[in-house]
């Protein structure tokens, strides 16, 4: 049991039971890649032979890998990219990482685009989900310099996915703030919202024709939490329950500039779709007293209920506002630490999501913790919320401290996010498990994604909820933040240690065959 908030890592891992036997179980990482996918294949075609897959999505049902800049590109100074924020806090504070590694070189996806969309082809996938380097495209950041060379890599990227029949779904900022902006408070300076909408006009005006889903920001909640709030991401703030807050109030003003720009200026001839992409751990009750449940839905609104009730309702929650505003005057504060929105702001970000993009990798158990006005002259984000979380020990774990096989709070997430805002159209834009990389028969990931796409099914055909796609986390090994090289999200194995060899894993070929039937098999689920 941990008595404070646990801050949102970015993916996912665990142990159990194998599917697929022992065939591969430990194969070696660098033997030829026609080997291990025959051997990969074999296995996967035995469970086919051998079991009923049960249940089938709808023909215009998606799905997807997703890949971001940072953590695959590499080519961090080169061909006139500047400088970004993971790029300076990588380099500066290696001690951060766990493992002391940063993205200079990643997966080199930067000279190795055309391999990796070969993988897309291969698994049948309808889209690919990536992002574009904000300081690739502006090294400054600034519009006046266009990086030519960093808008012909991304075009040429778009250009083979529209060729091959595969829907890019690109974001436009996952986490590779330029590093100037950073040095002038980032995400906790109004001014990025400016600056956020020239580099937003100025990607759709480039790359539009080619794009029909557009994410503006992934994972705010990620962002204010680990960057502004806990200090283990870039930037290393630690600046709790005040420049969250701010995070959050630039964040969803940043976004709905970018809506409104494409809408107003780009939509009549692109016809497109912009989003963001939220994420939360499922909250649930440790247990039925009154006291847990309503901590529960408190950390909800907290978690992720401040981020999308100002777009799909308006305002702030008034259970945040009213919690926030409270523990500021018990502190002392001239005025709330939480911004106040303008009645011309509510209305200008309300509305702005033509579908409702969910990230979604696990769950903990809540119990309260404090009231509001417990502690009341220490500044938290923890004590605002003044929760305690936990986890069953039965559930699988992960290579991910923070990461467990939970599918059952998958659904509940969803269901929680269509009571709350209206049924939206959804489109799961991340999903999926870390292992430790040591064999490539990741049975574990399997279990994880099997379970985890049967609650989508069950939410679909049984919950009566939206969604039109998922999409799995990740393509391939790659630069977990924080983790380093540590964690392996992928289908497909990056050899670090070597020349970054791409081979399939075994989910790869349990993916490739779900995408290719949209049938998966929920026996137990």
Not at 142 to 159: C, S, T
Not at 216 to 235: D, I, R
Not at 249 to 258: D, F, G, I, Q, S
Request: with cysteine.
């Amino acid at each position: 049991m941990r008595h404070k908030l646990l801050s949102l890592s970015n993916r996912v891992l665990f142990n159990s039971k194998s599917l697929l036997g022992v065939y591969c179980n430990h194969a070696p990482l660098t033997v030829n890649r026609k080997m291990i996918l025959g051997y990969l294949t074999f296995a996967v075609l035995s469970i086919k032979a051998t079991t009923v897959w049960s249940e089938t999505f709808s023909d215009d049902f998606m799905f997807g890998v997703a890949t971001s800049a940072y953590q695959t590109e590499g080519a961090w100074n080169l061909t006139g990219k500047g400088e970004s924020q993971w790029d300076h806090y990588a380099h500066k504070y290696p001690e951060k990482i766990t493992d002391g590694s940063n993205g200079d070189v990643a997966c080199d996806s930067y000279n190795r685009y055309q391999e990796d969309i070969s993988f897309l082809e291969d698994l049948g996938v309808q889209f690919y989900r990536f992002s574009i380097s904000w300081p690739r495209i502006l090294p400054t950041g600034y519009p006046h310099q266009i990086n030519w060379e960093g808008v012909e890599f991304y075009l040429n990227i778009l250009k083979i996915l529209n060729a091959t029949g595969i829907e890019p779904v690109v974001t436009l900022y996952h986490w590779d703030l330029p590093q100037n902006f950073n040095e002038m408070g980032g995400w906790s300076n109004p001014l990025l919202v400016d600056y956020f909408a020239e580099y937003s006009r100025l990607c759709y005006r480039l790359f539009g024709d080619y794009v029909r889903y557009w994410i503006t920001l992934n994972e705010p909640e990620t962002t204010c939490l680990n960057g502004y709030t806990y200090g283990n991401f870039a930037p290393g703030y630690q600046l709790s329950g005040i420049a969250t807050y701010y995070c959050i109030y630039v964040h969803l003003l940043a976004h709905a500039r970018a809506y409104h720009i494409y809408h107003d200026e780009f939509f009549a001839t692109q016809q497109g779709k912009v989003s963001m992409s939220w994420v939360s751990y499922w909250m649930h009750p440790n247990s039925e007293s009154e006291h847990d449940v309503k901590a529960a839905e408190r950390i909800m609104q907290f978690m992720i209920g401040m981020y999308v009730h100002p777009i799909y309702i308006g305002n702030w929650p008034q259970e945040t506002i009213d919690i926030i505003d409270k523990r500021s005057e018990l502190a002392g504060f001239a005025r709330s630490r939480l911004p106040k929105f303008t009645d011309e702001e509510i209305e200008y970000i309300k509305g702005t999501a033509d579908y409702l993009g969910l990230n979604y990798y696990s769950t903990y158990l809540v119990k309260h913790a404090f009231d509001v006005d417990d502690l009341p002259n220490i500044t938290s984000f923890n004590l605002d919320v003044g929760v305690s979380l936990n986890i069953d020990p039965s559930w699988p774990t992960s290579a991910a401290s923070w990461l467990f096989d939970v599918p059952w709070g998958f659904r509940a997430y969803i269901n929680w996010i269509g009571d709350h805002y209206g049924n939206p159209e959804i489109l799961i834009t991340e999903n999926g498990w870390a292992g430790n990389g040591e064999s490539l028969n990741d049975t574990d990931r399997i279990q994880y994604l099997n379970g985890h796409l049967c609650v989508v099914w069950k939410a679909i055909n049984e919950d009566n909820r939206n969604i039109i796609g998922y999409t799995q986390w990740s393509l391939m090994d790659n630069f977990e933040w924080a983790s380093g090289y540590t964690e392996k999200f992928g289908i497909v194995h990056v050899d670090f240690e070597g020349n970054l060899t791409r081979t399939p894993k075994a989910s790869y070929e349990w993916f490739k065959q779900v995408v290719e039937t949209k049938t998966i098999d929920c026996t137990g689920f």
